[in-house]
């Protein structure tokens, strides 16, 4: 049973969405209880949501210049790209 327990302790996952600007890249952590289960079955979370809690606005990204979002699952450690949004659209 210790094992077991120290077994899960190790593993440690954590979610950020990081947005890749011109000049610099940011990185906004996700609270996990953000994180849902799409209709395709997917893990996803609202962006929108992600900016409000980290005190941000979808103006920030055009300040930012932002070429690129990610949102991204750390688990222990290792980086796994979930979503790729591609910010080549002009508005």
Same mark, same amino acid.
């Given at each position: !049973? $210790? @094992?077991?327990?120290?077994?899960? !302790?190790?593993?440690?996952? @954590?979610?950020?969405? #990081?947005?890749?600007?011109?000049?610099?890249?940011?990185?906004? =952590?996700?609270? $996990?209880?953000? &994180? #849902?289960?799409?209709? %395709?079955?997917?893990?996803?979370? =609202? +962006? %929108?949501? &992600?900016?409000?809690?980290?005190?941000?606005? +979808?103006?920030?990204? *055009? *300040?930012?210049?932002?070429?690129?979002?990610? +949102?991204?699952?750390?688990?222990?450690? $290792?980086? @796994? #790209?979930?979503?790729?949004?591609? !910010?080549? $659209?002009?508005?």
């Amino acid at each position: !049973m $210790v @094992e077991e327990d120290s077994l899960l !302790m190790d593993v440690q996952e @954590e979610y950020v969405y #990081i947005v890749e600007g011109r000049e610099k890249t940011i990185t906004l =952590p996700v609270d $996990v209880t953000d &994180v #849902i289960l799409n209709a %395709d079955g997917e893990l996803d979370c =609202p +962006f %929108d949501t &992600v900016l409000r809690k980290n005190s941000r606005t +979808f103006e920030d990204l *055009n *300040n930012w210049n932002a070429k690129e979002i990610r +949102f991204v699952r750390i688990k222990n450690k $290792v980086e @796994e #790209i979930l979503r790729r949004i591609e !910010m080549n $659209v002009n508005l």
